[in-house]
């Protein structure tokens, strides 16, 4: 197995998040996935999520479990391989009812905007001009 980056996030309704995630177009799989966790795939071979009920979420700490629509826990940020990628994972995420926090931001060497999903976490999309 390859390395990869795998983090768990709590959510209040498991069926709507995998609703939301789906319509993004990210990968849920069965094989990985129960009553209290759907697992995500966000970028293929690389990086998923375990989406987790807040009660299973809490069996795995003891410390209280941040309601992300009201402080900011973490902001994810994945990478688009064109701006065109970026502009269709907005869309979708809005269609799908995420909240989108700021208009999209051209730095020049870089594209960026991001989406609320439907329990507060934030996710941040880039795009990274090509080095000459």
């Known amino acids: 197995m390859n390395k990869q980056i795998i983090f768990n996030l709590p959510v209040r309704d498991l069926n709507k998040s995998r609703d939301f995630f789906s319509a993004l177009g ?3 799989d069965p094989q990985y996935s129960s009553e209290s966790a759907a697992f995500m795939v966000a970028v293929e071979d690389c990086v998923q999520v375990m989406l987790m009920t807040e009660d299973f ?3 795995f700490t003891n410390k209280p479990v941040v309601q992300a ?3 900011n826990e973490v902001i994810i940020c994945l990478s688009c391989e ?3 990628e970026l502009d269709s994972l907005i869309a979708k995420a809005a269609a799908a009812g995420a ?3 700021h ?3 051209d730095h020049g060497f870089m594209v960026d905007q991001g989406f609320e999903d439907l329990d507060g976490h934030l996710w941040n999309l880039v795009w990274l001009a090509p080095q000459a």
Do not use: G, Y
């Open 99 to 101: 909240r989108i926090p």
């Open 82 to 84: 064109s701006c065109e």
């Open 57 to 59: 979420f809490r069996s």
């Open 103 to 105: 208009p999209l931001e």
């Open 26 to 28: 990210f990968r849920l």
């Open 69 to 71: 629509l009201a402080a």
